[in-house]
């Protein structure tokens, strides 16, 4: 079984940076790859990226992309999720997730393919 910690979340300004971070342990054997997601306040659990740990294949959707960037460090089984130009309507609350069927393709993650989400961390976009 896969543990996935999240950590990296705070308070940003609009325009500023901020980089999440996935942490992996346990059996890193079994999955293949890394979805992040996010939930704003009364709003649906939305797919924003994703990527393969075999090969480093990511994708990056919607409002995010252009901004934001997924990476991988093999050697310390850490995802990355790079938050650049922050938006007020970036603020939610960030999850990464897995499981052993899971592979990131083109299309935006779907989170009904998940079912035990974390707490994940707040990040806030504010001035």
């Known amino acids: 079984q896969v543990q996935l910690v999240e950590s990296g979340g705070g308070l940003v300004q609009p325009g500023g940076s901020l980089r999440l971070s996935c942490a992996v342990s346990?059996?890193?054997?079994?999955?293949?790859?890394i979805g992040w997601f996010r939930q704003a306040p009364g709003k649906e659990r939305e797919g924003i990226s994703c990527i393969n740990s075999s090969d480093g294949s990511a994708t990056v959707v919607g409002s995010v992309k252009g901004r934001f960037t997924i990476s991988r460090d093999k050697g310390k089984n850490v995802i990355y999720l790079q938050m650049n130009n922050a938006k007020p309507e970036d603020t939610a609350v960030y999850y990464c997730?897995?499981?052993?069927?899971?592979?990131?393709?083109?299309?935006?993650?779907?989170?009904?393919?998940?079912?035990?989400w974390g707490r994940g961390p707040q990040v806030t976009v504010s001035s």
């Open positions: 997730e897995t499981n052993p069927e899971y592979y990131c393709s083109d299309a935006e993650p779907d989170a009904t393919d998940f079912t035990s």
């Open positions: 346990g059996s890193t054997l079994s999955f293949h790859a």
